[in-house]
């Protein structure tokens, strides 16, 4: 059964996935034991969290645009650090999503028992099932579903602060420090899991329509918006209420709308929480599920879980998996402290999400080709990892302790299952060949090829008559010193004569023919040699490269060759391949990544992965 997903999530789904996934306890129970640590700068203290979101933001952004597959941040940990840290980002990310789930299912449940008189647990079960079954429907229905959930709690939080504002009492914000400056950074370490859903939409990249827009424009704007209304809304419950009563409540903002329009304010605003908790349950079942799909087509886990409903083109099994365990966290566990060990492991991650953008932009693999690139590097992805750090040390040691316990049993799994069933190169591969010895060969070339396919299907590139030509074509990368141009046509000319039907001498003196015609030396450090054999239907091609460079007559050093045979009937494809080579070698950046390419590999991607016009060049 296939394991392909579509492409159904428009930039209103994501953004709506994003926002869903982080406008939940972070907003409806947090701010209350927040304000009891910093005072009236708890303000303050979500702006913080807010603004340390963002080297990571950027970093996951750039990530999944250069590729959108299932799976997210797992996915490009484990293309960057290989497969141990791939199932440890893939066990982590899985779990604290479906934690954060769970927890919501809590909230909601808690919601509707006091209206169906159920027991919490049963509310909760009967509303994961009924998510469970709703992703598994579809992923666009979910991302609709998603959709209206958002759509409806924006509307409530923006008419609970423009009612607000007009009734703060600005005396309730001062002192601002009330409780000082440090405790200030402690409470953004608290709420940072406030937005610890913004980068979980990374998960269902494979299925975003214009990944490369949408991905990033989806995650700035539902950081930026739910920024806002976490600052304004907190502004507000802070302005309107009585400092002891907020410090020791656990629905803060339904308490403020109690003092600022009553119960039919409080209901109002009961029903957004409501509606936060379904979109974070929902986005958590949504994204959770994804990981692992992707872990099994990396065969970390049992291939069962890649299989998609030829119905749905949803991963059901996965998603059912993810059902179950959160169907297992409502009904045995305690999930306060779970809790708490899923925010740190979401730290650890988002410190691995910077250190990735650094090992793929060092390695320097030329199919790593994001559409949106993080600016200020490597200062970002810096920042990044300092501001993580700090907060995971403000978890404190026990949490730390179990989080390292958490990844002991990933570390366990893997030596277990994953070491004998996957093997695969990664960035860091590359980039430690970089530093010791390019001629060092560490891994095999299935990173490149991967990164390649990965382009070709984000950009809908035509395989067409000449990209298939070079993807077959052989490719010779010259090292010695000292080279002519017949050195060179000796070498292609062996090279061509199986494929043409021609001699190797034969081969030869039409070269040095066509070079005493006119040089073939089309700009600097380029030529391309091109001759008309006998025959019919026959087309072949040589790529050559030399470092070193090859000297042409009127001393030209050469050292991007492309060479072409090909017989009088496929003139047109002659005319236009030799058209598709002028249009890729105009790139600005065409020279320098020629030279910087490691392999032969490396030099046909090159071409392989160009802009240029596609066709059907028959």
Not at 267 to 279: E, K, Q, R
Not at 546 to 562: M, T
Not at 608 to 614: G, H, W
Request: charged share 15%; glycine share 8%.
């Amino acid at each position: 059964m296939s394991s392909k997903l579509k492409k159904e999530l428009s930039l209103l789904d994501i953004f709506s996935v994003a926002t869903g996934a982080m406008i939940s306890s972070g907003l409806f129970i947090l701010p209350g034991l927040a304000f009891a640590k910093a005072g009236p700068a708890v303000i303050l203290s979500y702006i913080i969290a807010g603004l340390l979101c963002i080297p990571t933001l950027l970093s996951m952004a750039e990530l999944v645009t250069a590729m959108p597959r299932a799976g997210g941040d797992y996915f490009y940990i484990m293309r960057g650090f290989g497969p141990l840290m791939g199932t440890l980002a893939g066990y982590s990310s899985w779990f604290s999503l479906s934690l954060k789930g769970a927890f919501a299912l809590i909230g909601m449940g808690a919601y509707l028992s006091v209206v169906t008189n159920l027991p919490l647990e049963t509310v909760a079960l009967v509303c994961c099932v009924f998510f469970v079954m709703l992703n598994i429907m579809g992923i666009k229905e979910a991302g609709k579903a998603q959709v209206i959930l958002v759509a409806g709690l924006l509307l409530i939080l923006f008419y609970y602060i423009f009612a607000g504002l007009t009734s703060v009492d600005v005396s309730k914000v001062k002192p601002f420090f009330s409780k000082g400056i440090s405790p200030v950074f402690a409470a953004a370490s608290f709420v940072f899991i406030s937005y610890g859903g913004l980068t979980k939409v990374a998960a269902l990249a494979e299925e975003a329509r214009n990944p490369g827009r949408n991905l990033p424009l989806g995650m700035i704007l539902s950081l930026s918006c739910t920024s806002i209304i976490y600052t304004l809304v907190i502004f507000v419950t802070v302005g309107v209420m009585d400092p002891v009563s907020l410090e020791g409540t656990l629905t803060p903002i339904s308490d403020g709308a109690a003092v600022l329009g009553g119960n039919p304010l409080r209901v109002l605003i009961s029903i957004g929480a409501f509606l936060a908790f379904i979109s974070t349950a929902n986005s958590a079942i949504m994204t959770a599920s994804r990981y692992p799909l992707s872990m099994s087509r990396d065969k970390l886990v049992s291939p069962v879980l890649q299989k998609v409903s030829k119905r749905f083109n949803t991963p059901y099994v996965a998603i059912m998996i993810t059902g179950l365990f959160m169907v297992t966290v409502i009904t045995v566990l305690k999930v306060e402290l779970l809790v708490k060990v899923a925010s740190s492991i979401l730290i650890l991650l988002y410190i691995f999400a910077n250190f990735t953008v650094i090992m793929f932009r060092e390695s320097k693999i030329q199919s790593y080709r994001p559409k949106f690139r993080s600016p200020f590097y490597p200062y970002v992805q810096v920042a990044g990892v300092l501001g993580c750090g700090f907060l995971l040390i403000e978890m404190g040691s026990f949490v730390v302790f179990l989080t390292l316990l958490f990844l002991f049993f990933g570390f366990v799994w893997y030596r277990i299952y994953g070491q004998k069933r996957t093997s695969r190169d990664f960035a860091l591969i590359y980039a430690l060949e970089r530093i010791i010895s390019r001629d060092i060969d560490l891994g095999s070339d299935n990173l490149l090829t991967e990164l390649k396919d990965v382009v070709i299907q984000r950009d809908a590139i035509v395989e067409d008559r000449f990209h298939k030509m070079m993807e077959s074509s052989p490719v010779m990368d010259l090292k010695e010193k000292n080279l002519g141009y017949l050195d060179l046509f000796k070498a292609v000319s062996d090279t061509l004569s199986p494929a043409v039907g021609l001699g190797s001498a034969a081969l030869f003196d039409k070269f040095i023919q066509r070079e005493q015609v006119c040089c073939t030396v089309i700009k600097k450090g380029m030529a391309i040699p091109h001759i008309v054999v006998a025959g019919e239907k026959v087309f072949s091609a040589v790529i050559v490269r030399s470092k070193e460079g090859i000297l042409f007559p009127n001393d030209e050093l050469v050292h991007a060759v492309f060479v072409f045979a090909g017989s009088k009937d496929e003139r047109n494809f002659h005319l236009r391949s030799l058209a598709a080579v002028a249009e890729i070698t105009q790139n600005p950046e065409f020279d320098k990544k020629w030279m910087e390419a490691r392999d032969e590999k490396e030099l046909k991607n090159l071409l392989l992965l160009a802009d240029r016009k596609r066709g059907d060049s028959q």
